[in-house]
């Protein structure tokens, strides 16, 4: 089987967990290059130990190598900063790109909601790990009601999988993850918060959903999320509900008063997840980092495929 060849730009833990799961689980893609600026780093030694062709010198150093010119789909487990100069880079010589950084230069993707729309981006972002385990059940709820007025998430992590990069960038998070809530969950408002916990031994992810819905169903929403579930333990088998959805329901008599919103009637949901990691790389607590590297896999296998399917019939560029 031919598939798309791929490098992965970042030899920090992101990037060496991505680059297990695309060593043990290969699809559609053949990872042939892993970059960073370390020479002594565990990944890059791991990626040579695989064959893989390795460079310490950065995005530079992946032009010179001579795999270059056949790949045709690059992760980017670096930086926000660094990721603005490496996808100009990447798009002009027609890469397309995974970004798993908060620089959110292409649309926020998560894969069971919206990778169909996203196929064929130069470059698509992959929100945040609370974004991933989240917005799937935002629009699990959005699209068996009429309106999702608000969406609250709450994502709790054991702080030991929280490195420097995450801890600096919490605002950033909340942020991002909040506004996605809004562009690709579907609710019209949406808010994010983040919890480091401290707890020994250490807790795997769990994250708690809030929506307040109008139209639709309880049994409809609870089946809606049900099915939602499976498919995001399609590429993440840790995800799952940690207990059954529950509902409140505020009728045109009681209604529920929100500050800056008014009053609100129909049905508040509170959904409960939690992310265990496959443990590739990572400890399996560590589900949210986990999530973002199967969800960027899963998404660059879609963008493989999608390759593969238009070199079939012609089509491609």
Same mark, same amino acid.
């Given at each position: ?30 990872? @042939? =290059?892993? !970059?960073?600026?370390?020479? *002594?780093?565990? $990944? ?9 062709? #390795? /460079? ?97 998430? @709450? =994502?709790? !992590?054991?702080?030991?999988? *929280?490195?420097? $990069? ?9 942020? #991002? /993850? ?108 560590? $589900? ?10 899963? /998404? ?18």
């Amino acid at each position: 089987m031919v598939r798309v060849k791929a490098a992965i730009i970042g030899s920090g833990n992101i990037g060496t967990d991505l680059m297990i799961k695309m060593i043990r689980y290969p699809q559609n893609m053949e990872l @042939v =290059a892993v !970059v960073g600026i370390d020479p *002594a780093s565990e $990944g890059l030694a791991m990626a040579r130990e695989h064959g893989i062709a #390795t /460079t310490h010198d950065g995005i530079e150093g992946l032009r010179r190598l001579p795999c270059y010119a056949e790949i045709g789909i690059a992760f980017d487990a670096t930086s926000a900063y660094a990721h603005k100069v490496h996808d100009a880079a990447l798009r002009a010589d027609g890469i397309q790109v995974v970004d798993l950084t908060p620089a959110a230069i292409g649309p926020f993707t998560v894969p069971p909601v919206n990778i169909d729309a996203h196929l064929d981006q130069p470059n698509v972002n992959m929100v945040t790990c609370g974004g991933q385990a989240t917005i799937p059940m935002v629009a699990a709820v959005t699209r068996v009601s009429d309106k999702v007025h608000y969406a609250e998430i @709450v =994502a709790s !992590v054991s702080s030991r999988s *929280a490195g420097p $990069g995450t801890r600096a960038n919490i605002d950033e998070f909340t942020r #991002t /993850t909040a506004r996605a809530i809004e562009v690709v969950g579907g609710a019209a408002r949406g808010k994010a918060i983040i919890i480091l916990n401290p707890a020994e031994p250490p807790m795997i992810m769990r994250d708690t959903v809030f929506t307040l819905s109008e139209g639709g169903t309880e049994e409809a929403i609870r089946q809606s999320v049900a099915e939602m579930v499976c498919e995001v333990q399609k590429y993440v088998p840790g995800y799952r509900l940690k207990q059954e959805v529950q509902f409140e329901r505020f009728g045109g008599n009681a209604p529920l008063r929100i500050p800056g919103m008014g009053e609100f009637t129909g049905i508040k949901s509170m959904i409960m997840l939690e992310v265990e990691g496959a443990g590739d790389y990572l400890p399996s607590y560590s $589900g949210n980092l986990d999530i973002m590297t199967a969800a960027a896999k899963a /998404t660059g296998e879609l963008i493989a495929a999608r390759r593969m399917a238009l070199v079939h019939t012609g089509k491609a560029a």
